[in-house]
């Protein structure tokens, strides 16, 4: 089992910038693929990126790529996610999640933390 839980949103400018982190505790956090994904009232959770267990390997949607960085700790069971030059868009409640393969799709993540709000003012 692991848990997971979000911090670091809030309120910030357009152009701004944010770092979410995802604390996790249980076993054998280094060996899982971390995600995070979004929510905008009114629309679908989105993907935005991942990172696999060695940080080998990360993937961004293309709203975000150039502008977010995920990266990881596994010493201090923790995944980032830095975020630079935020729009109005990016408001949203930024979740992250654990899986056993860093891919795109909510469905293959077990574990969520329950999320952190993230709102961009212009």
């Known amino acids: 089992q692991v848990q997971l839980v979000e911090s670091g949103g809030g309120l910030v400018q357009a152009g701004g910038s944010l770092r979410l982190s995802c604390a996790a505790s249980g076993r054998a956090f280094s060996s899982f693929a971390v995600a995070w994904f979004r929510q905008a009232p009114g629309k679908e959770r989105e993907f935005v990126a991942t990172i696999n267990s060695d940080s080998s390997f990360t993937y961004y949607a293309a709203s975000v790529k150039g502008r977010f960085t995920i990266s990881r700790n596994n010493a201090r069971n923790t995944v980032y996610l830095q975020m630079n030059s935020l729009k109005p868009e990016d408001t949203a409640v930024y979740y992250c999640?654990?899986?056993?393969?860093?891919?795109?799709?909510?469905?293959?993540?077990?574990?969520w933390g329950r999320g952190t709000q993230v709102t961009v003012s212009s």
């Open positions: 999640a654990a899986g056993r393969a860093a891919v795109v799709y909510g469905t293959s993540y077990e574990y």
